[in-house]
């Protein structure tokens, strides 16, 4: 089975300041990849998704995630962060057989003014 | 747009009451799925469907069951309502075309207390 970690269960950074939201993941075949965001008091929401061709991708909100097969990551990141960034954000891996995705634990973003 | 509903946003429930959670999807997906989520767990998958009548267990199955007697529709049942089973519950679909696949899309979900 595939699994995924996310470094920090928060992160904190102020208005402005760079995103920064880190994936590594285990599989034993080329993975497909995904971010995912939740607002309060919603359901999950996609952000971008990796299966093959460039390596960068670029999802909605100005954030884009980079897949390095080297180092088995796909770090989540943006420029700049606003106010209305503030959500805790999933990282998730497709199963190799079925239509599964196993998902990180969550990482709580924190966006000071 | 797709559009993934469930029954209730909220719900309490008391110990050892039976439990329906119901998911509505638009889409003509395939495959549904139900989690519950918890701080610090993230999404643990309880059951999923890839096609009606028929269901796979995912990783935390036990104390659940579900039911797909039409494509749109998926259903959770918590049996006898346990005080552990206090969550977040999330119903996602899915399509089983292979530019989409793996791309779930979910509904609001059904923060459940059991008292």
């Known amino acids: 089975a595939q699994s995924v970690t996310q470094l920090g269960s928060h992160v904190s950074v102020s208005e402005g300041a760079l995103v920064l939201l880190r994936c590594n993941y285990s599989?034993?075949?080329?993975?497909?990849l995904f971010w995912y965001v939740q607002y309060p008091n919603q359901g999950l929401q996609l952000l971008l998704k990796?299966?093959?061709?460039?390596?960068l991708v670029k999802g909605i909100n100005g954030f884009e995630a980079e897949f390095k097969k080297s180092e088995t990551s796909f770090h989540l990141t943006k420029p700049s962060a606003h106010m209305s960034d503030a959500a805790e954000y999933f990282c998730?891996?497709?199963?190799?057989?079925?239509?599964?995705?196993?998902f990180g634990e969550g990482t709580q973003l924190t966006v000071n003014p | 747009d797709v559009k993934v509903t469930q029954s209730s946003r909220y719900l309490v429930k008391r110990t050892g009451e039976k439990v329906f959670l119901e998911c509505v999807q638009d889409?003509?997906?395939?495959?549904m799925f139900w989690y519950r989520q918890d701080p610090g767990l993230g999404l643990r998958l309880i059951y999923f469907?890839?096609?009606?009548?028929?269901?796979e267990k995912g990783d935390i199955p036990e104390g659940y069951s579900v039911s797909r007697e039409k494509k749109e529709r998926f259903s959770l049942i918590l049996e006898s309502a346990s005080t552990n089973q206090t969550s977040m519950y999330l119903c996602?679909?899915?399509?089983?075309?292979?530019?989409?696949?793996?791309?779930?899309?979910f509904g609001p979900g059904t923060r459940l207390t059991v008292t």
């Open positions: 998730a891996v497709g199963e190799t057989s079925g239509s599964r995705l196993t």
């Open positions: 889409m003509d997906h395939e495959n």
């Open positions: 469907s890839y096609d009606v009548k028929m269901k």
């Open positions: 996602a679909s899915s399509s089983l075309s292979s530019g989409a696949m793996y791309e779930q899309y």
């Open positions: 599989s034993s075949v080329p993975p497909y």
């Open positions: 990796y299966t093959t061709g460039a390596t």
